[in-house]
């Protein structure tokens, strides 16, 4: 049984079809890239996914039963987590802060609970080790170089134990070296039995950590290979339409 | 061997997490309140030189207490700005809260009922604001703008345009609590320094302090962090009225009698002292500290003007003067750091 498996996903922003009947597995430890060129729908695909929004038409399934997420908390609730394109952080407060926004760790003094600085500060700069950024989890979101903030999004996805973690351009304004740390993550990840979905703009990334590469063109997949039965020409191919599917 | 070097990489990662970019003193120099703080001394050892009556202990009361009303008004507006809203309703807000409890309190029901009324006034204004901005996604300045001339009305109304100074069975406590000292601190200044603790210890220690601050930096992004942005929201209204509705309680108990035009024009005065005391109008930055401190600063430009002789319609200017300058102040200074 797959642990993600969409049917039909259909989304309409008023006269914009983002998205046309698409249909896609994935398996439990599975990395699976998904190219497609700007405005082709990745993104909107990502965030029907992470329950941002409901798709027009057509299911979503987890280990075979039908989902409905009305809001991210609850794909997050179903063990799926995401890092958005824009990477959604707040400038205005601490690397800490931000990867435990929402989810703040809490200490209890008789009936009244306080926000415990120093756990969050421990447990996020322990995440930022792991992910061998150079991230102080007391510094402003505000001052922190693309990579910083890129290792900020990722480590809230490290927060709870997630079946599959979603990734939306990560590697796009980030450091060659930071490219390789985050290229580590994801293959971490996926030793760990963590499904990937990896939104990006650079082949050699996919072809790097990915098991199967899907294209999608104009809202409609094209293409769902195992990346060793494809070579990054016939993506390219796909992705511009210069071939018309595969 | 290893275990050193292994040992000095735990040193090395340990150094980055608790790393910081400076020093406690050194945050507190970068802030704004600090800077005005800086200058009500520099004001105070001037006046101190041109009037001999600025450093008594009377004009020290008189200044604490004038400024706790604003001060007061001042940290529920901070919250307010922190999520890049505005509250106009305060100071109608004031009218009507303080008509209420006059109302109820000249009925003959005791104090305690008269403070229910007082707060419960406020806090529904506080919930129609909020919900009108947080769900209807209505302009806060539209919004409050309406509310300031609702309440007003309302307040006209129910007073039916007379002054209330009769305050029940318990007038004599009601008149101690807004008008008499403790330990030589009037009791306004009592709420304000406790509330101001409160406040400090809610924008950095409780979970809803984190959220009102996040929400003012990125709304978004709180939303997409599972954050009821807009319950959020409208709690901050709420607060903001009930700092409002206390305001006009302890304002009332003090001078012994209320009108329907109490407040007129305070929400200019609460909303300089707050930007005064280093709040941002585009939301995301809050001090607890900002607001007692700017509202001292607009009491001590009165009360300098006063003492040194200077015409008292001079006030306004210097108010509105500072809270340019210290709007420049903040610009300036955040050039300099990006
Ligand atoms: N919230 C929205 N409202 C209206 N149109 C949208 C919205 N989000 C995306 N779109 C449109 O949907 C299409 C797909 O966008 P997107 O998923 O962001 O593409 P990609 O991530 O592949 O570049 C684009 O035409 C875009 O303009
Ligand atoms: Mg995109």
């Known amino acids: 049984m797959s642990l993600l498996e969409l049917k039909g996903v259909t989304k309409s922003f008023g006269a914009i079809h983002a998205l046309q009947g698409i249909d896609m597995t994935i398996s439990e430890g599975e990395a699976v890239g998904l190219m497609g060129d700007n405005g082709a729908g990745k993104s909107t695909l990502m965030r029907i996914i992470a329950g941002n929004f409901l798709p027009t038409a057509g299911k979503i399934m987890i280990n075979g039963s039908e989902v409905h997420f009305n809001k991210p908390v609850d794909a997050r609730n179903n063990g799926i987590e995401i890092v958005y394109q824009d990477l959604a952080l707040c400038n205005n407060l601490t690397a800490a802060a931000n990867v435990f926004l929402g989810r703040e760790i809490r200490k209890k003094f008789g009936p009244i609970s306080y926000l415990d600085h120093k756990a969050m500060f421990e447990k996020a700069g322990e995440l930022f080790r792991e992910l061998k950024s150079e991230t102080r989890p ?3 979101v505000k001052q922190m170089s693309g990579g910083q903030r890129q290792a900020v999004a990722i ?3 490290r927060l709870s134990d997630p079946k599959l973690v979603l990734m939306d351009e990560p590697t796009a304004a980030i450091s060659v070296r930071q490219v ?34 899907a294209v999608l063109r104009r809202g409609a997949k094209v293409a769902d290979k195992q990346i060793n039965a494809t070579s990054p020409e016939e993506v390219t191919g796909l992705i511009t339409g210069a071939i018309e599917n595969a | 061997m290893t275990d050193t070097t292994q040992k000095s990489h735990a040193e090395i990662d340990e150094s980055i997490t608790s790393r910081q970019e400076m020093s406690g003193l050194q945050a507190a120099l970068k802030t704004q309140p600090f800077w005005v703080f ?38 529920g507006m901070s919250a307010v700005i922190c999520t890049a809203g505005i509250d106009l309703s305060v100071g109608s807000l004031m009218g009507l809260a303080g008509i209420v409890t006059g109302l109820v309190m000249q009925a003959g029901y005791g104090i ?35 509310m300031l001339a609702m309440s ?65 930096g990125n709304a978004d992004a709180a939303k997409l962090a599972g954050i009821p942005v807009e319950r959020v929201i409208v709690s901050v209204y709420v607060l903001c009225s009930c700092c409002a509705g ?11 009698s209320v009108t329907n035009a109490l407040g007129l024009t305070y929400e200019l005065n609460v909303i300089a002292a707050t930007v005064i005391g280093g709040a941002n109008l585009m939301g995301g930055v809050v001090y607890a500290f900002g607001a007692p401190i700017g509202a001292a600063l607009m009491e001590l430009i009165r009360n300098s003007l006063l003492l040194a002789g200077i015409d008292a319609l001079w006030q306004q200017f210097f108010v509105g003067l500072f809270l340019i300058l210290a709007v420049l102040l903040e610009q300036i ?3 300099g750091r990006s």
């Open chain 2, 38 to 75: 800086v200058a009500i001394i520099a004001i105070g050892v001037v006046m101190s030189f041109v009037s001999d009556v600025f450093l008594t202990e009377r004009n020290f009361f008189n200044i604490t207490r004038n400024f706790a009303f604003f001060g007061i008004m001042a940290l």
């Open chain 2, 112 to 146: 305690g009922f008269g403070f229910i009324a007082c707060m419960g006034a406020a806090a529904i204004v506080g919930l129609v604001n909020g919900v009108l901005i947080a769900y209807l996604r209505m302009a806060p300045f539209v919004v409050t703008l309406g």
């Open chain 1, 180 to 213: 390789a740390e985050v290229l580590n993550l994801i293959h971490r990840l996926k030793d760990s039995g963590h499904a990937v979905i990896l939104v990006s703009h650079r082949m050699p990334d996919v072809f790097e950590v990915c098991d199967r590469v």
């Open chain 1, 155 to 157: 480590a809230r996805t």
């Open chain 2, 246 to 256: 206390l305001a006009a309680f302890l304002l009332v108990g003090w001078f012994g």
């Open chain 2, 152 to 216: 007003r009305s309302i307040a006209m109304v129910i007073s039916n345009n007379k002054m209330i100074y009769d305050f029940g069975p318990d007038q004599d406590l009601f008149e101690w609590i807004g008008g008499e000292s403790v330990f030589g601190v009037p009791n306004p200044v009592w709420v304000l320094m406790i509330l101001t603790v409160v406040f400090w210890w809610v924008w950095r220690y409780s979970t809803w302090g984190r959220w009102v601050i996040a929400i003012g």
């Open chain 1, 138 to 140: 007391r510094d402003l």
């Open chain 2, 333 to 335: 200074r955040n050039r």
